[in-house]
Nanobody, 125 residues
Framework: QVQLVESGGGLVQAGASLRLSCAASGRTFSSYAMAWFRQAPGKEREFVAG????????YYGVSVMGRFTISRDNAKNTMFLQMNSLKPVDTAVYYC??????????????????WGQGTQVTVSS
């Protein structure tokens, strides 16, 4: 497994932007497909965005499409989530996750076996 640490969360107003980072250590970062999930209070964990091992392919949950951008820098063992036009409904704990299947394009949390501790994002109206 790979160890993951998220950062970059915070409290912002609606319409603002935030950039989350996920730093990886341990096994070769570039061999993992990666994703962001989020969990709001009282709700199930939700898929946000995913990225292929090389970063060429990205895919998004419907609720964030067009506003969020996922990327990765394999040389720096880091993944990012640029969040623009934030809304109060985006308020959640955001988690990064790694899949042992290099070619995974899954949106299911069951297919990811390494998780960070999460970073809180709060969007006020």
């Amino acid at each position: 497994q790979v160890q993951l640490v998220e950062s970059g969360g915070g409290l912002v107003q609606a319409g603002a932007s935030l950039r989350l980072s996920c730093a990886a250590s341990g096994r070769t970062f570039s061999s993992y497909a990666m994703a962001w999930f989020r969990q709001a209070p009282g709700k199930e964990r939700e898929f946000v965005a995913g990225i292929s091992w090389g970063g060429r392919r990205t895919y998004y949950g419907v609720s964030v499409m067009g506003r969020f951008t996922i990327s990765r820098d394999n040389a720096k063992n880091t993944m990012f989530l640029q969040m623009n036009s934030l809304k109060p409904v985006d308020t959640a704990v955001y988690y990064c996750a790694a899949s042992p299947d290099t070619y995974s394009s899954s949106e299911s949390q069951d297919d990811f076996d390494s998780w960070g501790q999460g970073t809180q994002v709060t969007v006020s109206s």
